[in-house]
């Protein structure tokens, strides 16, 4: 193969943390990979719709990863109408790169439910999955996403650099206990989430009042 893979790390990004962004730069050390795209969804089929809106959640993804080469936006299911389906997104990134693997990186819990999502068999034909265990989110497999686990594993992930797509390769990255649902949840009750993020985001979040109650809001003035 000719070229590094890339990574696809797909979400809400609701607000993006540093949780996402160590996860990425894990995956591209470690993978090898040639970059990682955060790319945040516009209406997610299977949860209820962000409170930020798609222009903030990108901004916010463009700010984090301003200085680092190896992670980036992509902000195409942003630009999209209709439902932000995975199998599209990546068939789409295929058609560009024809000649690049594909990994789509995604948390045990994410993969639990991936015979719930559009057509997810076709996924393989575009992309590897890297699935990674993430620390307090214990989820047992069963049924097509504990079969196409079988199936489709590979211990080496030198086979994600050999062909485009297919396998999925497991991987447990340093624990870092940080979620978008607990930073907006701090942000409501008025109290600080400072350094689960990174500052500028956290400083526009602040400054556009995003997440805060109207009580949290009027007593931070
Ligand atoms: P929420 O709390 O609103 O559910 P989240 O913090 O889980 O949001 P998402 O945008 O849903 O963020 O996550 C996108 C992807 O990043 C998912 O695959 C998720 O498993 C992964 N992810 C999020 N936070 C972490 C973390 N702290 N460590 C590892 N992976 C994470």
Redesign the pocket.
Known sequence: MSTAPVGV??????P?????L??AMEMAVALELAHVRLV??AR?PH?GA?TASPGQRSKWIRVAVSDEPRLRLDDRELLRDGPSYTVDTLASMRAEMPDTPLCL??????FAKLPQWHEWERIFDSAHIVL?D??G?DCELDGAAAEALTQRQTDSHEALHRTLCGHIYTYM?P??????????ELLQRGESPRYLLPTAVLDDIMDAGVYQSQSATAASQ
């Open positions: 790390l797909g979400g809400t990004f609701d993006v943390h540093n949780g996402h160590r996860l945040p969804c997610p949860r962000p990186i995604m948390g045990r819990d994410v990674i993430r620390p989110i990255p624990p870092l206990v940080i979620s978008a649902s607990y930073i907006r």
